[in-house]
């Protein structure tokens, strides 16, 4: 017995054609969707299951791949590829250890339904979980009875609903990304419908899958673990790299800080010493080059803020750029997913943002400082200047003063 299952792009008819000696017999999506939501009512009806389950089993499923789907239930229950890859995602929420073993890469379409090495696979990760036999292969290629299935689905769905509520779902780990990935890749090709010809004849093919995830010679197929392996061994370098950047930032700010430090407690004790020494007068040439010097400092001041603040800026931009690359976007992040391996990298980018912040806000701390300091050298100098004017016009009065007593007494005959 041969069978061939064809949907088409939008999903509306699924038509099965059993070939069994001279007889062949077509059913009908319609009558699928019937004994599928007949067979529903009667395995839920005391359980609590939610009501969205009853409704529509493609969104109870929670998967990435049947998102935006609008075709009718009976795909879950007929041999397709996109539902042997709904099995592999669904396996991969239940453990990470079926994320590390199970291959993604289909070599070639097979000739009948239950001939996929992947399917063995879903099997035997089916007799360990205890919803099947180890050669069940019916069961997880599509190719058994409605009931069976849905007894196979619900239970798969109990062990990740009951995992996934003593966890929190924070997004996917890197194995699941590269699944969801590659599972969409396929679904977009299939959406087109240029998969659709080849897929009813049954003849071999090589799936496009994206070049990151294609076998080029060799044999096996490259697997999800080594994948995995190489991009652990990129981020343990990157994190090395980042860590050594950290210590020597971490070294130039503790360094930055103690000069800052002796530079506000010299300019105090200077303020100090001004406002407690008497008046006196400055030569014109100290005042100009203490003005050319104090506008030297200002000027390399400011260039100091610009840079910290750029640097600043520079590093926010890359971390939103780093946290767009490596996260998944929001319609590819499934809600009930495993809980993932946060990433390393984003805290130690936010720590240097801080970092900049810092030196940024110590840089105007001292640009304040020398605007005071200039403020209270205005006042001295404007004060010095008025003191100058009282003494001329102090010394003038005193000279009118004398004269006026002389002339008194030259008139006086004295």
Known sequence: MTGVSVVSAKGLVATEVIKKGSVVSQVNASSIKYHLKRSLSSHYTN????????????????CPLLQGWDGDESLLFTPSEIRTRLLQFLFCRVHRKFREKIDLLPIAVPSTPTSDPRLRQLAGFGELLGLC????????????????????YRRLLQLIHSKERTESATGEDSALQSHVLAS????????????????????????GLPPLLEHRGGSGGTTLGTLQQQQQEEEEEQLQDLQQRRD??????????????????????????????????????????????GATQEATLQALT???????RLAAEFCSLSEGELRLPAPLVCSRSPPAVPSRLGPLLHELHAHLGSLAQAADAQARILSECREIHAMHDTRRAQRTEHSVEFEKIKRDSNSWVTTLAEGAGL
């Open 184 to 207: 969409r890749w396929f679904t977009a090709e299939l959406s087109t419908g240029q998969l659709l010809g080849v897929l009813a004849t049954g003849r071999p093919m090589t799936l």
């Open 47 to 62: 359980t609590t299951k939610p009501s969205s389950y009853e409704a529509k089993p493609t969104e109870a499923l929670d």
């Open 133 to 152: 036999a180890g050669d069940d292969v019916e069961s997880v290629s599509g190719t058994a009875d409605v009931s069976r299935q849905q007894e196979f």
């Open 306 to 312: 610009l840079a910290l603040r750029e640097c600043q």
């Open 248 to 293: 020597a930032l971490q070294q130039e700010r503790e360094e930055e800080t103690r000069a800052l430090t002796q530079l506000q407690r010299q300019l105090q004790q200077q303020l100090q010493a001004r406002q407690a020494a008497p008046s006196h007068t400055v030569p014109p040439g100290a005042q100009e080059g203490a003005t050319q010097e």
